[in-house]
């Protein structure tokens, strides 16, 4: 389903809108969780769990009833977008291949894989074509790897400083959702303001700098150190504030900042021919990248320590602005190639 939705925006949007859709649908997404899940808890609580669930029930029947009610926005396909299409069906390979699966299982099942090879070639032929498409896999692949590193072990760094359940949810949980939701909306208006290119840069120190936040929270004597204290008046309360707090805040902001202009660049390499499929496969770079720095994790944590471990995934950040050289030529001539299509 989020493949399909993310194909659809590639189809229906320019690359100028990809940065604040993404921006839109990160803050949405975070609220959507936030519903679900500590807003279902807090209601559970206040009215229980029969009430609770009955609200949710009613914003899945008002998510029904919007997308029946709202008809899809669809762009005239351009002839080209039909080649693939077209051609099989002109040779009869795809008639043949429906009759073969009825009559002839294997022969079909033949037929049509031979066919889906087929769809596959035309689909990474054109980025096989590109000329730095080894470039583009590796900073698919590295760009958000520190904070991938970093982010499996937050939770256990935060249960190593003796901070409690309710703690660890109400500030890196709900908070943090809170700060996401803010740095995907801002995330959005600068890529969507500046560009991808820029915002890939600067959205990106941000995302990297503040791994150093934990850096600092794991420091001898910082754990419990309140760095000042919160009064809440009509509370009566009063809260200290520590390092890790702020560093929670700043990650999640920081993530929220970085995912816009990263999802509007995967989005942009795409033919809207093949959007599907070619996004399919730089969701699946970016995904084997995470999986395999929250593996690595737990090893860098138990060799190096926590505070060594966060300035690591710091410094795991930085190659990627290396390959920047290569990257912003790549945005610029997408961005290009589209401003001068919409000007004829």
């Known amino acids: 389903q989020d493949l399909a939705v993310d194909a659809y925006t590639i189809d229906i949007l320019e690359t100028s809108e990809l940065g604040m859709a993404n921006g839109i649908r990160s803050g949405a997404y975070r609220v959507g969780s936030l519903a679900a899940g500590s807003g279902l808890l807090i209601l559970s609580d206040w009215l229980g769990w029969r009430p609770a669930l009955v609200g949710i029930g009613v914003l899945l ?8 009610v709202f008809r899809p926005f669809r ?19 795809l008639l043949e291949g429906f009759h073969k699966l009825f ?3 294997l022969q079909g ?5 031979n066919l889906a090879v087929s769809f596959l070639t035309q689909v990474f032929t054109g980025l096989a074509r590109h000329p730095h498409l080894g470039v583009i896999i590796l900073f698919v692949l590295i760009y958000k790897a520190g904070d991938a590193l970093m982010g499996i072990m937050v939770i256990p760094f935060w249960k190593s400083q003796q901070f409690t359940n309710t703690e660890i949810g109400v500030v890196s949980g709900i908070l943090g959702a809170v700060a996401t939701t803010l740095g995907g909306f801002l995330g959005g208006w600068f890529t969507s303001r500046y560009g991808i290119g820029r915002a890939l840069l600067v959205l990106g120190i941000f995302q990297a700098v503040s791994n150093l936040g934990y850096w600092v929270a794991a420091l001898p004597g910082m754990g419990r150190y309140a ?13 200290a504030i520590y390092p890790i ?12 900042l970085g995912y816009a202009p990263f999802m509007a660049f ?12 070619q996004y399919a496969f730089f969701v699946f770079l970016a995904v084997l990248s995470g999986r395999l720095m929250g593996f690595l994790g737990g090893f860098g944590v138990k060799y190096l320590g926590y505070g060594d471990f966060f300035f690591v995934t710091f410094l795991v950040s930085l190659p990627a602005f290396a390959l920047l050289p290569w990257i912003l030529p790549v945005v610029r001539g997408i961005e290009g190639r589209e401003t001068v299509e919409s000007g004829q």
Do not use: N
């Open 103 to 105: 009559s002839a299982p």
């Open 227 to 239: 760095v000042f204290t919160l009064h809440l008046p009509f509370w009566d309360q009063s809260f």
């Open 61 to 68: 029947v008002a998510l029904v009833v919007t997308i029946l």
């Open 245 to 256: 707090y702020l560093a929670s805040q700043g990650e999640s902001l920081s993530s929220g």
């Open 266 to 277: 995967m989005m942009s390499l795409c033919d809207k021919r093949f959007s599907a499929t």
């Open 75 to 93: 762009l005239p396909r351009p002839p080209e977008a039909l080649a693939a299409r077209k051609a099989a069906q002109e040779s009869g390979l």
């Open 109 to 113: 099942l033949s037929m049509l894989s």
